[in-house]
């Protein structure tokens, strides 16, 4: 099974979030329309999906999104424009 890791965002360099899943299109599904809305996401109306990698198992998955989380917040922006300088949401791509 694919693992993914994804940052989501509100807007084009607003607030940011990081995530890993296995199914990343119900994820991101979810995240769009508040499936769960007591979090971070949902609160902050982080919706749009700007940012994914993919791994082959769950442990790889994981371990990048701890580190990614530790980055400052300049290191994601970077990450994301390498791949997506218009910050497009990339859902509808998957």
């Given amino acids: 099974m ?3 890791i994804y940052i989501i965002t509100n807007k084009p360099k607003g607030a940011l979030y990081i995530g890993s899943t296995k ?3 119900k994820r991101i599904y979810q995240h769009k329309n508040k499936v769960h809305p007591s979090t971070f996401s949902a609160r902050y109306n982080l919706d ?5 990698e ?7 998955a ?3 999104e701890k580190r990614m989380k530790k980055w400052n917040r300049a290191w994601k922006i ?3 424009e390498k791949v997506n300088l218009d910050w497009k949401d990339l859902y509808n791509d998957l």
């Fill in 2 to 4: 694919i693992w993914s």
């Fill in 23 to 25: 199914r990343l299109k």
């Fill in 48 to 52: 749009k999906l700007v940012y994914f």
């Fill in 54 to 60: 993919n791994f082959d198992n769950e442990e790889n």
């Fill in 62 to 64: 994981i371990l990048r």
């Fill in 78 to 80: 970077e990450l994301i």
